[in-house]
């Protein structure tokens, strides 16, 4: 009975509504909405940190290569063994091949037996880097890239071994005086290659827009016959190691290089750098310019076409973005009109000024100084002034007065180190579209690791940030 009267006891409270809470918070929501998107449309200051680097204002062209190139054309006709490999040195009688007229040699060369040879570290690390390059570079669709390859791979190892077997022809010759061998030697020096595209004739007359229609190499490799004619070409042979590369140019190009003697190139086979003589001309309307190279043209003995990085100018020191920079305005002030004064002894002048009596007084105007140039003038703020002004020296000077109306503009950045933006005279020795190099400065401008405004539009200096 007890429990029943409690539960009878119980009186239900009816709740009261209030609409002003639901209205809140739809209220704080749409204002939370509003901030969101107002960040979204508003551009946020970025820093930037200065760091050491080096600024280049480089192209890359590719280029054609000239050379003192000779074709030299068989004198009879048969079976072909060659005794030297592409890119050996010659000299005058040297054996380059022979010609069999009737292609009794091999059988000859195979009854003779050949020669014990083991291959040394160096022959060993040849073939593996024949090997490495063809399996970096290898293609299914590209069936020339194998015919390369064993190309590539025979004349390695016909350098390894051709001491040998121009020893065993010889050991034939000596042993058959009826022999139909011929042995053909070489009637000048140079370097030989056994590969042509039909440009060896080509020379700096004879360049023209359709030149550079299309630069691949289109090499045919002469020493994949075993039987040649009269008159076919036998091999190639470069006489000096004097060689070119001829690079069309833009207008803007054509006119960085027309006063230049030489300009430093890198070629991107191999990261190669030189610097070689420089020569433009024009044909037909079109720039061209003329690289000329005195050393390392047998690297290069397979290539026709090669890319050709031209560095037309190099800085280093501070890299800056050029979105950084801004100029700021400034009266110059002789170094006798700075002097120190205030609480802090802060630098800053003598500002001639008048109280409501006309009594002249000389007034200390705290003004920092941003740069001193090489004649001693100070630059100072010219926000802190009106033209006209006039400012008083120290003792020292005699007192004498000088009317504020010389201005100038300086180059430089926002630096925030500190947490708000202080303007730092900077002095740019390059800068292209994007970067600009300055050197350090530790006494005005910036150094190594200091943080600068990336978009000054956005702030005022001496703003907090």
């Known amino acids: 009975m007890a429990g029943k009267n409690t539960r009878n006891n119980i009186i239900k409270m009816k709740k009261r509504q209030n609409p002003w809470t639901g209205i809140m918070l739809i209220l704080f929501s749409v204002y939370i909405i509003v901030l969101f998107v107002q960040s979204l449309n508003q551009d946020n200051i970025s820093i930037y940190e200065v760091t050491q680097n080096k600024l280049a204002d480089d192209d890359t062209i590719r280029g054609v290569i000239l050379r003192d190139e000779h074709l030299i054309k068989a004198k009879s006709s048969g079976y072909i063994n060659y005794y030297v490999g592409e890119g050996a040195r010659i000299g005058v009688n040297t054996t380059i091949y022979s010609v069999d ?23 060993t690390k040849t073939i593996r880097a024949d090997i490495a390059e ?132 890198v070629i991107k086979k191999d990261n190669n750098k030189f610097t070689p003589s420089v020569t433009t001309f024009t044909e037909k ?29 190099e800085a280093a020191g501070l890299k800056i973005p050029v979105s950084s920079i801004i100029k700021k305005k400034f009266y110059m002030v002789p170094e006798e009109y700075i002097t120190n004064g205030g609480d802090d002894g802060s630098t ?12 002249q007084h000389n007034t200390f105007k705290k003004a920092k100084v941003y740069y001193k140039d090489e004649k001693n003038r100070c630059y100072i703020d010219a926000r802190l002034f009106s033209v006209g002004d006039i400012i008083v020296a120290d003792v020292s000077a005699n007192g004498s007065e000088l ?46 690791y200091d943080h600068i405004i990336l978009n000054p539009n956005l702030v005022k200096e001496d703003e907090i940030i």
């Open 285 to 313: 309307s079109k720039y061209y310019a003329k690289l000329e190279f005195t050393k390392d043209m047998i690297n290069y003995i397979d290539n026709r076409y090669l890319d050709i990085q031209l560095e037309f100018n």
């Open 101 to 123: 007229r009737t292609g009794g040699f091999n059988d000859s060369l195979a009854k003779e037996g050949a020669d014990n040879y083991s291959l040394s570290d160096e022959d």
């Open 134 to 265: 063809y399996r970096a570079s290898f293609n299914f669709s590209d069936y020339s890239g194998i015919t390369n390859f064993r190309y590539n791979l025979d004349n390695s190892l016909l350098k390894m071994t051709t001491n040998g077997l121009l020893k065993r022809a010889k050991r034939i010759l000596k042993n058959d005086s009826s022999s139909s061998l011929k042995m053909i030697k070489s009637g000048k020096t140079g370097i030989i290659s056994f590969c042509s595209d039909g440009l060896e004739k080509l020379d700096i007359d004879s360049i023209n827009q359709k030149t550079f229609s299309d630069t691949t190499d289109k090499w045919k490799q002469l020493r994949q016959k075993k039987e040649i004619s009269k008159g076919d070409t036998a091999y190639k042979l470069i006489t000096s190691d004097n060689w070119s590369i001829v690079i069309p140019l833009t207008k803007k190009q054509y006119k960085k290089l027309y006063d230049k003697d030489s300009i430093d190139v």
């Open 403 to 448: 009317s504020l109306t010389r201005t100038a503009r300086l180059d430089g950045v926002y630096y925030c180190n500190n947490g708000y933006c202080t303007f730092k005279r900077i002095d740019i020795t390059y800068s292209n579209s994007e970067y600009a190099i300055v050197p350090e400065d530790a006494i005005y401008g910036l150094q190594i």
């Open 348 to 359: 800053g002048v003598m500002l001639k000024t008048y109280d409501k009596h006309g009594n």
